[in-house]
């Protein structure tokens, strides 16, 4: 079955650093690749949307990359504020059926 | 749009009892899902509708669950009877097919069956 993880351990960095959070999945290939902030007490929220086809994409100070050799994603915060720390997961849709599995997700804290 | 709307927001009751989830999705959403969130497991689908039409529930962890979808603007989730063990945040997300995959997620339901 589809397996995707996330860093467990929390990331904590500084104030105007880039944060970089990796997610990485086992077996088949998706269609597509999420990414969602959820803050506590609440429901995830998406970010970013990569597809299999595409290297990179970029939002303002967000970016995410997809290396389907490597079978990993990563997402970046460049200038990373208080405001960016939260909960970040990856999600995938192997087959385009908008079914979604989610990583675990890593917790992001930026310190000012 | 208010975006999706659960009810309740906290539910707390005991194993035995039924509780029932709710949820309205974004009007002219024509998918909804239900995920359950815990700290071991994390965020689980446990089943998806197209038009008012269960498509896959294959992650619904029991007979005692049960989900419903009378119409395009109300879905429940039942569980019957609860378990100490069925508690969690249990999240409803809508999303529509035309504007792509993104999800749409509700504020939740926090439950604590004692």
């Known amino acids: 079955s589809q397996k995707i993880e996330q860093n467990s351990e929390a990331l904590n960095i500084q104030e105007g650093k880039t944060a970089t959070l990796t997610c990485n999945y086992t077996n088949y290939s998706p269609a597509y690749l999420q990414w969602y902030r959820q803050d506590p007490g609440r429901g995830p929220v998406f970010l970013l949307l990569?597809?299999?086809?595409?290297k990179e994409k970029r939002k303002e100070r967000l970016k995410v990359t997809f290396d389907t050799t490597l079978k990993q994603s990563l997402f970046h915060i460049t200038a990373s504020q208080p405001a960016d720390s939260a909960t970040y997961l990856c999600a995938l849709d192997r087959s385009n059926t908008g079914k979604l599995i989610f990583g675990q997700g890593t917790t992001l804290q930026v310190k000012p | 749009d208010a975006g999706v709307i659960q009810s309740p927001r906290h539910e707390v009751t005991e194993m035995g009892q039924e509780v029932t989830l709710r949820c309205k999705p974004i009007s002219g959403h024509d998918y909804l899902f239900w995920y359950r969130q815990t700290m071991m497991r994390g965020l689980e689908l446990l089943i998806y509708f197209n038009n008012n039409v269960p498509i896959d529930d294959s992650g619904m962890p029991e007979d005692r669950f049960s989900a419903k979808m009378p119409n395009a603007s109300f879905s429940t989730l039942k569980i019957q009877p609860s378990e100490p063990r069925d508690s969690a945040v249990y999240f409803c997300?809508?999303?529509?097919?035309?504007?792509?995959?993104?999800?749409?997620f509700g504020a939740g339901t926090r439950l604590s069956v004692l």
């Open positions: 990569i597809r299999e086809n595409e």
């Open positions: 997300a809508s999303k529509e097919r035309e504007k792509g995959n993104i999800q749409y």
